[in-house]
């Protein structure tokens, strides 16, 4: 049967005995990174991607890897076997550690927190179907959104704005441009045209927005990286937002207004279509 087995530095064991220090550095200043990896019969989904956006924000952040890339593949098959395979989605955690006081400057000496834990994974058949809603908001975040970091209170706030808006999403403006959702990544369509804003400091790396660019090119679909102004923004005829646990979802309004006709378009039809043939042939070893 499954179980909540979580791994915490170097351990496996029931997630009500897991327990972090109140002197670790991710509790008293949000000192660290996370990544979130979706399963799917069993195995960990572009693993390698997610590893290498890991390595990419710890180094942002200035903490040594603590794990080569084979020990944390193993550490996940060993958690996903733990909670009874199929499809799950891994959220792992790597902080500074625990510091002998509460200093802003580095401490010297320490070792990394590092845990993961794995939950079931279901995806949202209304969402994929019928589209949700949106809302704009500012963009209140610092200047290193490249980096996956812990420190997550500004989404929280804007994610929070949405669903009181009777929403699903905020889609974050900056400076007259669009960036990126408050936990997902953004893509509009406009005469045949998929675009998405081009990787920066100011969006997260996504590996499924890196995907659905992959698919596009791969199958002829007009897919290319540029700055969204918001004007562009409000005259798509589809929006989508894209992240590892929701995959695409068609975004049918935004701030009241119907997105094109109001419902899920033909092209994200054709873009989900071939989102769901990779994740099959993931699951037959034909990709990896």
């Known amino acids: 049967m499954p179980q909540d087995i979580v791994y915490l530095n170097g351990n496996f064991l029931p997630v009500h005995e897991a327990n972090v220090s109140v002197m ?18 069993g195995r960990a989904f572009r693993l390698e991607h997610h590893l290498q956006r890991l390595d990419l924000s710890l180094q942002g952040i200035r903490i040594a890897n603590p794990l080569g890339h084979d020990q944390w593949a193993d550490i996940f098959a060993a958690l996903i076997q733990h909670n009874g395979g199929g499809d799950q989605s891994i959220y792992l955690q790597v902080t500074r550690g625990v510091a002998p006081t509460r200093d802003h400057s ?10 993961a834990m794995s939950t079931p994974l279901h995806e949202s058949a209304t ?21 996956k970091a812990i420190t997550l209170l500004p989404n929280v706030l804007m994610r929070q704005q949405a669903l009181d808006a009777g929403a699903a999403e905020a889609i974050l403006l900056r400076d007259g441009y669009a960036t990126e959702g408050a936990a997902s990544n953004l893509f509009i369509v406009r005469q045949g045209i998929v675009s998405t804003p081009p990787k920066s400091n100011l969006l997260l790396p996504g590996i499924t927005r890196d995907l659905v660019v992959e698919l596009c090119h791969a199958n002829n679909i007009p897919c290319r990286e540029t700055d ?16 590892s646990t929701r995959e695409v979802v068609p975004v049918i309004e935004l701030d009241g207004k119907a997105v094109g006709d109001g419902r899920p378009g033909p092209l994200w039809q054709h873009v989900s279509a071939l989102y769901i043939a990779y994740k099959q042939d993931f699951r037959a070893g034909k990709v990896h």
């Not at 008293?28 to 979130?36: A, P, T």
Request: proline letters at 5%; a negative charge; charged letters at 20%.
């Open 24 to 41: 670790d550095r991710g509790f008293l200043f949000g000192d660290g990174v996370y990544d979130v990896i979706p399963v799917y019969g």
């Open 106 to 115: 580095f401490p010297s000496a320490v070792q990394p927190t590092v845990f």
């Open 127 to 147: 969402a994929m179907q019928h589209g949700v809603a949106a809302v704009t908001v500012d963009d209140i975040r610092w200047k290193h959104c490249n980096i």
């Open 228 to 243: 969204i102004g918001e004007a562009e923004l409000r005259s798509a005829d589809e929006l989508w937002v894209s992240s």
